[in-house]
């Protein structure tokens, strides 16, 4: 992934391990819970981290609302995002993940067909697990072809706690 140079962190604590957010000028790019698979660790910690940036206003906003749908008070997020780090297959994937309403599910054999790719379900798989935005993002409402919960980055209890969340409709059979 790329990220821009401006790019800056911060963190917050939440119901479900403490949070890493980031952002750009041009908006959000990173929400990973720690220990998260994919998360670009060398930008979030060690010698090459993007600086602290604890009272910036967006990340503020970002950890303001995570923690109200974590609650279960909030039902979507009104955030700026800079999806831009990922490749244009990435990002196409990425914006069809914003278009499952909070509470429902598919599965990956499902947004492949929707994104007119039908045989592309294991790039869709792959991209949907890089996807770098967690729960804004909501790479967590996309369940395996049985219905079972299957690769989220932040680990399935997550996931299973995200969907608990949401109240998230089963699949129809």
């Known amino acids: 992934m790329q990220f821009h140079p401006a790019t800056v962190q911060s963190r917050t604590p939440s119901p479900l391990g403490p949070v890493r957010l980031a952002a750009s000028p041009q908006g959000l790019v990173g929400l990973w819970f720690d ?3 994919h998360q670009p660790t060398a930008f979030l910690d060690g010698p090459g981290a ?8 967006l990340m ?3 950890a303001a609302q995570l923690q ?3 609650r279960g008070d909030r039902r979507g997020f009104d955030l700026p995002l800079d999806l831009s ?3 244009p297959f990435q990002q196409e994937v990425w914006r069809a993940l914003l278009g499952i309403a909070c509470g429902a599910t598919t599965t990956y054999g499902t ?3 929707d994104l007119g790719r039908p045989r592309a379900v294991r790039a869709v798989g792959a991209a949907v697990g890089r996807n770098p935005v967690s729960v804004i993002v909501p790479c967590h409402r996309v ?3 049985d219905g079972s919960l299957t690769g989220y980055a932040g680990g399935l209890d997550r996931k299973g706690a ?6 998230a409709r089963p699949l129809a059979a």
């Open 35 to 37: 220990g998260q698979r």
């Open 50 to 57: 993007w600086p602290e940036a604890s009272g910036h206003s």
């Open 60 to 62: 503020q906003e970002a």
């Open 68 to 70: 109200q749908f974590l």
């Open 85 to 87: 780090g990922g490749t």
């Open 111 to 113: 947004l492949s067909q």
């Open 143 to 145: 369940l395996g072809a």
């Open 162 to 167: 995200l969907l608990a969340i949401e109240g």
